[in-house]
């Protein structure tokens, strides 16, 4: 399977507790966002990476989350202090990009989620 | 900051018979692109078809069309053909094209697509 993956798939914590996610996008992209969905809502964007690099934050993304990407492959999402607003599916995607500041015509490829619940 | 919005929370076709769903959007931005993502259940978000701002012809794949209507803001989904294997939440999203970041994708609140046999 060549696609993004995710892992854990489910995730239960109790509030308080720290978690941590992993993507692993597809082998050649070199751009990986993180979203967050809530029930009922679409995705919401909170990170990217262009290689290493984060490039974009969104406001949705408190001091409590924090996203490293350290050699450009795979990339993980940690939550410290969890909230019960923390619950939601955490979705990962991932594009190949040709230029930077270019027209960004990459397509994003979603992983199929990670579902945190806190308790 | 761009809007998205669906008005449809649920839509109901019947099978082989056609469907078109909603979406309109809110920018100041005149670069920009334009996409439809359906999610089945308990599955992964999938591309269905993506439409660039400065083109003027209406993306097709298949089975489905937009009509993108740039004036007006509009990027409806047309599916003909209905099957089954078509019922998902379909999701409009937005994303900037400016080149002062903003990569993430806009989504709205997407439309539950029910395919009745």
Redesign the interface.
């Known amino acids: 399977d060549t696609?993004?993956s995710q892992n854990p798939r489910h995730k239960i914590t109790k509030r308080g507790q720290n978690v941590t996610f992993r993507c692993d996008p597809i082998s050649e992209h070199n751009?990986l966002?993180w979203?967050r969905q809530t029930l009922?809502?679409?995705?919401?964007?909170?990170?990217?990476f262009q290689n290493e690099a984060q490039?974009?934050k969104?406001r949705l993304l408190s001091d409590r989350f924090s996203a490293e990407r350290p050699k450009g492959s795979f990339s993980t999402l940690e939550i410290q202090r969890t909230e019960q607003g923390d619950s939601a599916m955490y979705?990962c995607?991932s594009s190949l990009s040709y230029s930077t500041?270019g027209?960004?015509?990459d397509?994003?490829?979603?992983?199929?989620?990670t579902r945190l619940t806190v308790l | 900051a761009q809007t998205v919005t669906q008005s449809q929370p649920e839509m109901s076709v019947q099978e082989a018979e056609t469907v078109t769903l909603s979406c309109t959007y809110d920018t100041s931005e005149s670069d920009y692109y334009l996409f439809w993502y359906k999610q089945p259940p308990s599955r992964q978000m999938i591309l269905v078809i993506r439409q660039e701002a400065y083109k003027q012809q209406n993306a097709t794949e298949n089975r489905f069309s937009v009509n993108f209507q740039k004036a007006a803001k509009s990027f409806s989904l047309k599916i003909s053909d209905s099957q089954l294997g078509d019922a998902a939440m379909y999701f409009c999203a937005y994303r900037s094209d400016s080149g002062g970041g903003a990569d993430g994708l806009t989504f709205g609140k997407g439309t539950h697509l029910i395919i009745q046999p």
């Open positions: 696609g993004v751009r966002y979203y009922g809502q679409g995705p919401e964007f909170l990170t990217y490039l974009e969104s979705l995607a500041g027209p960004r015509t397509t994003q490829y979603f992983g199929p989620g």
